[in-house]
């Protein structure tokens, strides 16, 4: 194993972003100090990714529903920007991205997000077993599975 300090192989180089995706669940604190421990003093830059999924009724059906439906994604989507922006002022300057906010399904959304010139995707996992797996499913899973770009996994 080489030394921490010792120079990258050739053709290997230094990640320079990363994706980490926050919930507001009690790990995402955790999540987001791993993200910026693993950054160090690099020139690594550091996005935030909170997805707002799907209402969970049919949006079908009158005009005036689908408004609602709108208004509520759109309400949901800004609360998510607002709590975090702090989060992102806890990164250090040199390492500070952006917040970004998505509508989907968020195992979808990240690693449709991944592709775009990331290094990393950074998440938490719940650890959720047998039923509520089954019935909720993981996202962290389906990151793993499907993502075009390494994954690391915060429990």
Do not use: N
Not at 45 to 74: C, F, N, W
């Amino acid at each position: 194993m080489p030394e921490p300090s010792a120079p990258l192989a050739a053709g290997v180089r230094m990640p320079d972003r990363f994706l980490v995706c926050v919930d507001f669940s009690a790990l995402t604190d955790k999540t987001l100090q791993r993200a910026i421990k693993l950054a160090g003093s690099g020139e690594v830059v550091i996005d935030l990714l909170h997805i707002v999924p799907p209402p969970r009724t049919a949006s079908r059906g009158s005009y005036a529903g689908r408004m609602i439906v709108e208004q509520a994604q759109k309400a949901s989507r800004d609360a998510a920007h607002r709590k975090a922006t702090p989060l992102l002022d806890r990164v250090p300057e040199p390492l500070r991205g952006e917040v970004l906010v998505r509508d989907g399904i968020p195992a979808d959304e990240i690693t449709e997000l991944a592709k775009k010139g990331y290094d990393m995707v950074i998440l938490a996992t719940h650890g959720r077993t047998g039923m509520s797996k089954a019935l909720l499913g993981s996202v962290a899973e389906r990151v793993v599975r499907y993502s075009p770009i390494p994954v690391l996994v915060v429990r």
